[in-house]
């Protein structure tokens, strides 16, 4: 392979696959594998590669190593995660602990500069309220409790040979930890990354004023025929929406029919103590008249 060549490879085929033309597949979509792939680079970059030139500067055989023992994992992970039931999850318990964490956050800031506790802090009050040993009452994450975390999972998920062997695995376990503690929980807990991961996905980019042009005979055919246009494809959209609705009914009554989770209520329980509902009596209306028809339709929606 000529040098110039080599420049043009990406990061991670060069640090993680010096000797393969391509990257094997790390999960079933290729486009989240590349993703996994380029963070894992950047992070043997940051966090192994200096402290590693130094010892051996031409041994080229530790990234391909760790990177074998990553995969291991990620495939494992993989699997179980396809494998497991994630219904109860999503719509389970994830809502009532999102619930239960605002129902405690107004709990603390009620009590916030009361008689209840005059010199406790916000932060203080809330971990009161939800104590968890990984946090201390300040905010700071215990780096020894997600070491015993890492170790266990990667126990469950690597096979004995590669979890016997100290150091990959060690390297690998610092690695992850250091990405998550000082790389991602950082940056995802900060309000401005929320709020911009939100206009992302909204895609809210302002669209570009144009001056209308003149009113003349061609442009109001022009306009007839784009509103024409405009109403038929509506009526399509509307007659698509219909067919898939009854397709989906009809798979839906297929299936077997499980027992009554009630998967929907833990959701309006959500909803309802986000966006504080019961404050006001046209919005627990709205929610009493949802909670009856989700009732009724309760083992339509469990399926």
């Not at 409790?145 to 040979?161: G, K, T």
């Not at 570009?208 to 959209?237: E, F, K, N, Y």
């Not at 839906?252 to 309802?272: C, D, G, I, M, W």
């Not at 006001?280 to 929606?301: E, G, K, V, Y």
């Amino acid at each position: 392979m000529s040098i110039a060549s080599g420049r043009t490879r990406p990061l991670a085929h060069r640090l993680l696959f010096p000797a393969l033309a391509e990257a094997p597949p790390l999960v079933a979509d290729a486009a989240l594998s590349a993703e996994l792939y380029d963070v894992l680079a950047l992070a043997l970059r940051a966090f192994v590669v200096p402290w590693w030139a130094k010892l051996s500067r031409y041994d080229r055989q530790l990234l391909p190593a760790i990177t074998r023992i990553a995969a291991a994992a990620v495939h494992a992970l993989d699997a179980r995660i396809h494998a497991a039931q994630l219904a109860p999850l999503l719509l389970v318990h994830a809502p009532a602990l999102l619930a239960q964490h605002y129902r405690d956050y107004r709990t603390a800031r009620a009590k916030l500069h009361t008689s209840y506790a005059p010199a406790a802090s916000l932060p203080q009050l809330f971990h009161q309220l939800q104590p968890h040993i990984a946090v201390s009452p300040d905010g700071r994450l215990d780096p020894e409790y997600f070491r015993h975390l890492l170790d266990h999972i990667l126990r469950v998920c690597l096979p004995p040979d590669d979890h016997q062997p100290d150091t990959e695995r060690l390297i690998v376990r610092e690695l992850i930890l250091n990405v998550l503690l000082d790389v991602l929980i950082p940056k995802i807990a900060q309000p401005w990354f929320l709020q911009r991961s939100i206009l992302d996905l909204l895609d809210t980019q302002l669209p570009q004023q144009h001056r209308p042009p003149p009113a003349t005979s061609s442009t109001i055919i022009v306009l007839v025929l784009s509103a024409i246009q405009a109403i038929s494809g509506a009526c399509l959209a509307l007659i698509h929406a219909y067919k898939s609705t009854l397709s989906t009914i009809k798979r839906v009554n297929k299936l077997n029919p499980s027992p009554s989770q009630h998967y929907a209520e833990p959701l309006l329980t959500t909803f309802a103590e986000v966006f504080t509902l019961q404050d006001r009596t046209a919005s627990t209306t709205l929610l009493t008249t949802a909670r009856i028809i989700t009732d009724f339709s309760s083992s339509f929606l469990d399926r």
